[in-house]
């Protein structure tokens, strides 16, 4: 059996038989059938249900920070206000917690930080060494190939390369791509570069998305980068390489900026 449900009566507590403004007289004389409200409900055992005398889950014994507070802050109005007119049990008040618990946490990323630094990948000379900074400058009016940076796996896995990124760029966008597998280093050139000769490899190159890259082995990264307004300087403080192998996702960072200058003949 339910408790009672507290009497609900405003302005006329000490008036036998009245509840309130506009209240009805409950009916009582022959052929009256009465109705048991709580007929048909599925309660798994004998909860209580909120007490809004007492302006707490009267009775629910469980320290999950349930209060009025609480509810207030997890619950919708509409919700809330079946646990104040005592319509939800205890397991109802729980799930819907519980719910907008979850719900919040899927939306907003709770706890999450993003893929791992220090994942086997490295543009550094081990896997846990600094990452190698310095710049690159060329002149603009076109697009151009930056292609100094290095990534070795230092792993024991495959990994496989996800996405690049630009880090921190200003006026500067990625028009393209490619890991060439080997230690060679092909340096600035017009972007896309035809046949460069300081990249005797570059038959072999493959777009980042899905390239894949042995444990020991070493790539070059080369990218394509262009001004997003003409004749202005663009700018970038290096590249993010997402990628993931069987342990996980990550990301590598190199700290090369790639900078196009304004004027079209010199790097100034």
Same mark, same amino acid.
């Given at each position: ?94 799930? !819907? %917690?519980?719910?907008?618990? $979850?719900?919040?946490? /899927? +939306?907003? #990323?709770?706890? =999450?930080?993003? @893929? ?57 966008? !990625? %028009?393209?791509?490619?890991? $060439?597998?080997?230690? /060679? +280093?092909? #340096?600035?050139? =017009?972007?896309? @570069? ?75």
């Amino acid at each position: 059996m339910l408790p009672a449900a507290p009497a609900r009566c405003s302005g006329c507590p000490n008036r036998p038989g009245r509840t309130g403004r506009g209240h009805r007289r409950p009916r009582t004389g022959p052929g009256h059938r009465e109705t048991d409200r709580t007929a048909g409900l599925k309660e798994s055992s004998n909860l209580p249900r909120y007490n809004p005398v007492h302006k707490h889950p009267a009775g629910y014994g469980f320290d999950f920070c349930i209060n009025l507070r609480l509810l207030h802050i997890a619950l919708s109005p509409q919700q809330l206000g079946q646990v104040q007119a005592g319509k939800a049990t205890r397991t109802r008040v729980l799930l !819907l %917690v519980l719910a907008t618990i $979850v719900m919040a946490s /899927s +939306v907003g #990323g709770c706890g =999450h930080r993003g @893929p791992a630094s220090d994942g086997p990948l490295n543009s550094g000379n081990s896997i846990h060494g600094p990452i190698p900074r310095g710049s690159q400058c060329v002149p603009g009016g076109r697009p151009q190939t930056f292609g100094f940076d290095q990534f070795t796996n230092y792993g024991h896995a495959t990994v496989v390369l996800n996405r690049v990124v630009l880090l921190h760029p200003h006026n500067e966008r !990625l %028009v393209g791509s490619y890991a $060439v597998p080997g230690g /060679s +280093v092909l #340096g600035v050139a =017009h972007w896309p @570069p035809q046949n460069p000769p300081t990249q005797p490899a570059w038959k072999d190159r493959q777009i980042v998305r899905g390239f894949r890259l042995a444990a020991g082995q070493t790539f070059n990264l080369v990218l394509g980068i262009a001004a997003t307004i003409a004749r202005r300087r663009a700018t970038s403080q290096g590249e993010l390489v997402y990628y993931h192998d069987p342990s996980g996702n990550y990301v590598a960072k190199s700290y090369s900026a790639n900078i196009i200058a304004a004027n079209t003949r010199t790097c100034m």
